[in-house]
């Protein structure tokens, strides 16, 4: 399981061993397992260690008395840029501050200019900053930033949350990691929102804590363990009547092509029988998609089939009637896009929303979760987590809240990253796939939560694929994806 632990967790769990080591011993790992890292990344002779005031700075002399000391084998020329605070430093700072002045390290004040860093190690801060970065600092890591060196960042990427993926501002900056190796455990804000921009590759080092003794952490990364119990070869013996009806509710006028890709999102993820039940009907039949059923959302009664509602549904009154209707039913429902600010405007039917017993699973972006929370997209994003679990609890629902890092939460506090996806996925069109996802691995029968999970780590799978193939992720098109996210699918299903 990869458990994502914040800092406060963090802190607790680094308290019960620090009492259980001898003094020193896991900023002494820590400093080892940098090492190591360092040693990987390493594209020239030069190394500029950043050290800052905390214990994350105690982190980095470690590393540059281990790359400089006596007994190493490298011909590594080590600069420290140490940035003493205005308290004194812990004791295994002090001690690691000793013993980088005994090695070969040069100790400087300033920046020495030039740029032909071999490795850059950030120090500055770890999860004790506790505002944003000012002055001297701030220019700091925009020098380094500018340089454009590898950089490996220790424990965080300096300036950034660990706990939310924020760069802690307003208008903050932070170190851009090439890799950052963290300690003791992973953490969300090196998965979500800015994270992954200024994590890069992230490493996890226990540091001798046998994950088995932590306690249970809040969140988790997805993984498709998560949801593997679904994930079963079709029997032989079965027909399209085993995996269940899709019915996308959507398509007012000049928007027609929204339930298209979540039917088809649907229908390559396995769906049984799809359909799109259209608000303003344009098209008998879709030529290239001729699997899919058309019909007049007025009309069309789904009956137990899993309901999609929303992409490119409109605000008109036949729109809000379809919705009400889909929430007094007792259909699965997969809530996104227009069906979302509907539901926002509307205390009434969150109301009802809230009170249903069958599942629903809802994918706003942070802009439609702030509606239905009431505040700004700038809440929503400062704290991912926060605000996907806040959603779920009071709709009573599963949530995925998009963005990098999608975060996926229930109404009992559970809470999940995405590791899977990339840029390309920012493009018109995708949510819609991922919404039609959802709701063909409901209709298959999937639980809500795993439903979820699924569909969100299949559609981030399949815009990797189409990168790696090429297409993307400048001008990856939605309508790439179902195929894409069908062989991420069958990769699974195997
Ligand atoms: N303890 C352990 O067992 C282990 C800890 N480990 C390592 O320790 C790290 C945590 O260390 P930490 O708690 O000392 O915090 P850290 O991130 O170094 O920064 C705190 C310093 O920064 C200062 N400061 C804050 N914000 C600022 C700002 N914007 N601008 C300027 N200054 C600012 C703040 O000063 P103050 O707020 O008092 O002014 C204080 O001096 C952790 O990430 C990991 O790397 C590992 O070795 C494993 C074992
Ligand atoms: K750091």
Not at 63 to 89: R, S
Not at 262 to 283: E, H, K, N, T
């Amino acid at each position: 399981m990869k458990s994502l632990y914040n800092v406060a967790e963090i802190r607790s769990i680094e308290h019960t061993m620090a009492a259980a080591l001898p003094a020193g011993t896991l900023m002494q790992r820590a400093g080892e397992a940098a090492t190591s890292a360092a040693r990987e990344m390493l594209a020239g002779r030069k190394v500029l260690v950043l050290a800052g005031p905390g214990n994350n700075g105690g982190d980095a002399l470690e590393v540059a008395a281990t790359l400089a000391g006596a007994n190493t084998d490298l011909d590594a020329d080590v600069t420290v840029l140490h940035l003493p605070g205005a308290v004194a430093p812990s004791p295994e700072t002090a001690q690691a501050l000793a013993r980088a002045r005994a090695s070969k390290a040069h100790f400087v004040d300033t920046l020495p200019l030039g740029r032909d860093w071999g490795l850059i190690v950030d120090g500055l801060f770890g999860i004790g900053l506790a505002r944003p970065l000012a002055g001297d600092m701030r220019a700091l890591v925009e020098t380094i930033n500018a340089l454009g060196r590898p950089v490996l960042a220790l424990d965080v990427p300096s300036g950034l949350d660990a706990d939310t993926g924020a760069v802690i501002g307003p208008d903050g900056v932070a170190i851009h990691a090439t890799r950052t190796i963290t300690f003791i455990a992973d953490k969300p804000g090196l998965h979500t929102y800015e994270g992954r921009d200024y994590a890069g590759q992230v490493q996890v080092a226990p540091l001798g804590i046998d994950p088995g003794q932590r306690p249970p952490a809040g969140a988790r990364l997805n993984e498709p363990a998560l949801f593997a119990r679904h994930l079963a070869p079709r029997r032989h013996n079965s027909h399209k009547g085993s995996f269940g009806d899709v019915a996308v509710v959507g398509g007012a006028k000049g928007m027609a092509g929204a339930p298209l890709l979540a039917a088809r999102g649907a229908l390559f993820c396995g769906a049984g029988r799809v359909f799109v039940a259209a608000i303003d009907p344009v098209a008998a039949v879709d030529f290239a998609q001729p699997e899919i059923m058309m019909r007049d959302a007025q009309e069309f009664d789904s009956g137990d089939g899993t309901l999609v509602i929303g992409p490119g549904m409109g605000d008109s009154v036949t729109a809000m009637r379809v919705l009400f209707k889909a929430l007094e039913g007792t259909a699965p429902l997969v809530l996104d896009a227009d069906a979302l600010n509907l539901l926002a405007a509307s205390p009434d039917l969150q109301g009802r929303l809230a009170q249903r017993a069958a599942p629903a699973i809802l994918t706003p972006h942070p802009l439609e979760a702030a509606r239905l929370l009431g505040v700004t997209s700038g809440v929503v994003q400062g704290d991912r987590l926060a605000a996907a679990r806040e959603l779920a609890s009071r709709l009573n629902a599963v949530v995925v809240l998009k963005g990098s890092g999608s975060v996926i939460a229930n109404a009992t506090g559970a809470a999940v990253i995405n590791p899977t996806g990339n840029a390309g996925l920012a493009t018109a069109g995708s949510g819609d796939v991922l919404a039609g996802i959802c709701g063909s691995l409901l209709a298959q029968g999937w639980q809500a939560w795993e439903a979820a999970l699924g569909a969100v780590w299949v559609h981030g799978a399949a815009a990797d694929r189409l990168v790696a193939q090429g297409s993307g992720p400048i001008g990856l098109t939605a309508g790439e994806l179902p195929v894409a996210a069908r062989a991420v699918f069958n990769a699974l299903a195997r």
